[in-house]
Structures are given as structure tokens and as C-alpha cells.
């Protein structure tokens, strides 16, 4: 992570390897993260939400991904692949917003978080393709 006077900036990279085992031990790159499954028991699972659920599976797994935050705003770079030697890339670039509002218990109302974001995808099966995608979650 690094902070600036006009906003911050992160790299977060990930690389993996299973030596086999059935499909669900498998990496799985797309879609959001499960909503009804804490992210530690789908830890094989990587969330890429411009892309659909299960876009990449693989054996190996490599992503990495940069950003920049600008208050609510944050365009990014995403590269990702499952390919056994990792030779075949998917690129994503984009915008994330996050919007947030607290809970206010005195009237019943839970916390509630949403994040919207755009994104283009440069490599096939969804070359010069725009994914849009909408999530709110929100805890009682």
C-alpha cells in the first residue's frame, strides 16, 4: 500500500499450485465472492466480478492486480491466469466505487455496503468486452 496527499495505491499478487485432488480443489477465477460461504472455506476461489464465474480453472494460479484510490473511486489493473504454465493471461482493466452507509440501530437499519465498477477485458473468450457489475451486501 502506498498513501499520497491525492489518494493511495496497492499491489496485491497471488500465485498458487495443488497437486490434483477433484475439481472442487481446484482454482477458479470470475464472479463475486460467495455470499453464503466464508472466503476461508472457498479459499480457492478468486473474485474477478467483470468476468463470469469460473472464467479460468486450473491446476496453478497466478493473479495480481494494482489500484489506485481516489476517495470512493478506484481504477484498476488486473492480470490473472490458470493456465498449467501460466503462459496464457487475462487482462482486466477498470473502475471499482464503493459506497457505504453505517447501521443505525435506533431504527432497525443494518449496514450497508455496495460496490459498482466497469471493467474491459483485452484477452478471448471476452476480448473487448465491458462487464458491468453491481453488488450490496449489508449485515443486520
Given amino acids: 500500500d502506498v498513501a499520497t496527499p491525492f489518494g493511495g495505491g496497492r499491489l496485491d499478487a497471488t ?64 492480470v490473472g491466469s490458470t493456465a498449467d504454465d501460466l503462459d496464457h493471461w487475462s487482462r482486466v482493466a477498470g473502475l471499482d466505487v464503493d459506497f457505504s452507509v453505517d447501521a443505525f440501530p435506533a431504527f432497525a437499519l443494518p449496514s450497508v455496503t455496495a460496490r459498482a465498477g466497469a471493467a474491459y477485458s483485452w484477452d478471448p473468450p471476452f476480448r473487448h468486452r465491458v462487464g458491468v457489475y453491481l453488488g450490496v451486501t449489508y449485515r443486520p
Fill in 15 to 78: 500465485l498458487g499450485e495443488t497437486d490434483g485432488g477433484e475439481l472442487f480443489e481446484e482454482f477458479a477465477i470470475g464472479g463475486w465472492p460467495s455470499p453464503f460461504v466464508d472466503a476461508p472455506v472457498m479459499s480457492q476461489r478468486f473474485a474477478m466480478p467483470a468476468l463470469p464465474a469460473g472464467f479460468a480453472i486450473g491446476r496453478r494460479v497466478a493473479t495480481a492486480r494494482a489500484s489506485m484510490g481516489f476517495g470512493p473511486v478506484r481504477p484498476f489493473y488486473w
